[in-house]
């Protein structure tokens, strides 16, 4: 097992490695860069920039500088915890992110847990009671969920959250703590206004894993073993804890690795919709105006946690099953 | 009796993994500036490697010797465990490919010794696996579903290997 941790590590910073390279020539493949977007909506309000203070620029910034050094310096600097500048805010990307990053994480993590802790208990009634009352009426429950957009979700639950519990509507926390430094207040204000992103974001992702789930411990009740187990006397709870259970675990283990960027991407437009202080609202508008440092490090950010999701499922479903399939051969 | 090693190639493979993990993660906290955060988890990297790499040495140095008695491995950390006393043997399998293909397996005989573990990169593993699933067999040592599935990948019929 300290072996494939090994050699999975070294996978992970080939794969980042070749992430950061591509997050870079792609945020660059359109024509011009940030510079050329600016002089071109200076133009359009009939400004005239001289062709000396657009060269200064281009040096200032170090965009005349091949692609290949400007990827060096990027990626060096990220190493040093330095993500860049952004042109469109003119300040250091640290500065632009503040406390995003870290609200980004909060709202993610909590929205993977409300997942996993809704889904798992849910999964495992309806395949243990399959055809029942409970059984439809949570598959219903879970289809609307599925089916409704988190947009529509999010701008419901904004209204009724505002109207039952007074929370005021938008945000991660009440107007009064936006500038003001972390307190407890502030902390509680968050975990206030957390629940409606995390309950809107997570519905869909909840309704898939349960069905999943559901799908497949039914699979796993079906199979010859169980009914052997239930006829040699083992008690239900324990046949069902021990074998089936584990069995069907594997598919909800390995959906940790595509349910973080899912998340995270879902959330974006959740965060545009719902006025909150993540990245998302911010990656949009940094690519849309090519301001390549700061959407480069959102996307870079984003892939380190694809891979991280990737690789913590990976562990996870070697320990449990480290089977060899037929069709891989061994090497010796 | 018949003795195992770990042929060079196989440990060369894992000595080049060691050394540019090592190299990886330590250039750029040689190179300085890193913030702490990253620097810590750049040292955990690197000391998770170097510890990789001196267990490739370790099994350079291991031969394992199967005999009609038990299994030994003298090396770093000798250990020899009675067929007799064996209380547990698992077969695990480990690809770092998304298709499952190309990986390796690591066999671990538990007895009151302590555990042999010993990668299918070994010379005749095969041999050494089935001896060892004879001797669980023959003691009476409950296999778990993955091991019995690699055995049965490897031609290993369980129910030939019982007495």
Same mark, same amino acid.
Request: include cysteine; glycine fraction near 10%; proline fraction near 4%.
């Given at each position: 097992?300290?072996?494939?941790?090994?050699?999975?590590?070294?996978?992970?910073?080939?794969?980042?490695?070749?992430?950061?390279?591509?997050?870079?020539?792609?945020?660059?493949?359109?024509?011009?860069?940030? $510079?050329?977007?600016?002089?071109?909506?200076?133009?359009?309000?009939?400004?005239?920039?001289?062709?000396?203070?657009?060269?200064? =620029?281009?040096?200032?910034?170090?965009?005349?500088?091949?692609?290949?050094?400007?990827?060096?310096?990027?990626?060096?600097?990220?190493?040093?915890?330095?993500?860049?500048?952004?042109?469109?805010?003119?300040?250091?990307?640290?500065?632009?992110?503040?406390?995003?990053?870290?609200?980004?994480?909060?709202?993610?993590?909590?929205?993977?847990?409300?997942?996993?802790?809704?889904?798992?208990?849910?999964?495992?009634?309806?395949?243990? *009671?399959?055809?029942?009352?409970?059984? *439809?009426?949570?598959?219903?429950?879970?289809? $609307?969920?599925?089916?409704?957009?988190?947009?529509?979700?999010?701008?419901?639950?904004?209204?009724?959250?505002?109207?039952?519990?007074?929370?005021?509507?938008? %945000?991660?926390?009440?107007?009064?703590?936006?500038?003001?430094?972390?307190?407890? %207040?502030?902390?509680?204000?968050?975990?206030?206004?957390?629940?409606?992103?995390?309950?809107?974001?997570?519905?869909?992702?909840?309704? %898939?894993?349960?069905?999943?789930?559901?799908?497949?411990?039914?699979?796993?009740?079906?199979?010859?073993?169980?009914?052997?187990?239930?006829?040699?006397?083992?008690?239900?709870?324990?046949?069902?804890?021990?074998?089936?259970?584990?069995?069907?675990?594997?598919?909800?283990?390995?959906?940790?690795?595509?349910?973080?960027?899912?998340?995270?991407?879902?959330?974006?437009?959740?965060?545009?919709?719902?006025?909150?202080?993540?990245?998302?609202?911010?990656?949009?508008?940094?690519?849309?105006?090519?301001?390549?440092? =700061?959407?480069?490090?959102?996307?870079?950010?984003?892939?380190?946690?694809?891979?991280? %999701?990737?690789?913590?499922?990976?562990?996870?479903?070697?320990?449990?099953?480290?089977?060899?399939? $037929?069709?891989?051969?061994?090497?010796? | 009796?018949?003795?195992?090693?770990?042929?060079?190639?196989?440990?060369?493979?894992?000595?080049?993994?060691?050394?540019?993990?090592?190299?990886?993660?330590?250039?750029?906290?040689?190179?300085?500036?890193?913030?702490?955060?990253?620097?810590?988890?750049?040292?955990?990297?690197?000391?998770?490697?170097?510890?990789?790499?001196?267990?490739?040495?370790?099994?350079?140095?291991?031969?394992?010797?199967?005999?009609?008695?038990?299994?030994?491995?003298?090396?770093?950390?000798?250990?020899?465990?009675?067929?007799?006393?064996?209380?547990?043997?698992?077969?695990?399998?480990?690809?770092?490919?998304?298709?499952?293909?190309?990986?390796?397996?690591?066999?671990?005989?538990?007895?009151?010794?302590?555990?042999?573990?010993?990668?299918?990169?070994?010379?005749?593993?095969?041999?050494?696996?089935?001896?060892?699933?004879?001797?669980?067999?023959?003691?009476?040592?409950?296999?778990?579903?993955?091991?019995?599935?690699?055995?049965?990948?490897?031609?290993?019929?369980?129910?030939?290997?019982?007495?």
């Amino acid at each position: 097992m300290f072996g494939y941790l090994v050699r999975r590590v070294l996978t992970m910073i080939l794969t980042l490695v070749v992430v950061s390279a591509l997050v870079f020539v792609i945020i660059q493949l359109p024509p011009g860069d940030y $510079l050329t977007s600016y002089i071109d909506e200076l133009q359009s309000q009939g400004e005239i920039v001289p062709a000396a203070k657009i060269e200064f =620029l281009r040096s200032h910034y170090g965009l005349d500088r091949p692609l290949i050094e400007q990827y060096w310096i990027w990626v060096t600097g990220l190493i040093q915890g330095d993500l860049g500048y952004s042109f469109e805010f003119s300040l250091p990307v640290t500065d632009v992110v503040g406390d995003r990053l870290l609200l980004t994480m909060v709202l993610n993590f909590s929205t993977i847990l409300f997942i996993y802790v809704v889904a798992f208990p849910i999964g495992v009634y309806s395949a243990t *009671h399959q055809y029942s009352w409970g059984d *439809h009426g949570l598959t219903l429950i879970g289809f $609307l969920g599925l089916a409704t957009p988190n947009f529509l979700l999010a701008l419901v639950l904004l209204y009724l959250a505002n109207v039952w519990f007074g929370t005021s509507i938008g %945000g991660l926390m009440a107007p009064e703590y936006l500038e003001q430094p972390w307190s407890i %207040g502030k902390a509680l204000s968050v975990l206030e206004h957390l629940w409606v992103p995390v309950v809107v974001i997570g519905t869909s992702g909840t309704a %898939g894993m349960i069905r999943r789930l559901r799908a497949n411990l039914l699979d796993e009740l079906r199979k010859q073993y169980v009914v052997t187990g239930r006829a040699k006397g083992l008690p239900t709870g324990r046949l069902l804890l021990k074998y089936p259970l584990r069995m069907a675990l594997n598919p909800f283990v390995a959906d940790i690795g595509s349910l973080l960027p899912q998340v995270v991407s879902g959330s974006v437009i959740v965060s545009a919709v719902m006025s909150l202080p993540t990245t998302g609202p911010i990656l949009l508008s940094a690519l849309q105006s090519q301001d390549m440092y =700061l959407a480069g490090s959102f996307l870079m950010f984003l892939a380190l946690l694809t891979v991280m %999701g990737i690789f913590l499922s990976d562990i996870l479903l070697t320990a449990l099953d480290p089977r060899i399939r $037929l069709q891989g051969g061994v090497q010796r | 009796m018949s003795v195992h090693a770990y042929p060079v190639r196989a440990i060369r493979a894992d000595y080049m993994r060691a050394g540019i993990g090592v190299v990886c993660f330590l250039a750029p906290l040689a190179v300085g500036g890193v913030a702490w955060p990253v620097a810590a988890v750049f040292a955990t990297c690197a000391v998770l490697f170097a510890v990789f790499g001196l267990r490739a040495m370790g099994r350079q140095a291991t031969r394992v010797s199967v005999t009609e008695t038990g299994v030994s491995a003298d090396g770093w950390r000798p250990l020899h465990i009675a067929w007799g006393e064996m209380s547990a043997m698992s077969l695990g399998y480990y690809s770092t490919r998304r298709e499952k293909g190309k990986g390796w397996m690591q066999l671990r005989l538990k007895g009151e010794a302590g555990t042999v573990r010993v990668e299918s990169t070994i010379e005749d593993f095969d041999s050494v696996v089935r001896t060892a699933a004879r001797a669980s067999s023959a003691n009476g040592v409950v296999l778990d579903r993955a091991t019995r599935s690699n055995l049965q990948a490897l031609g290993i019929a369980l129910d030939e290997e019982r007495p």
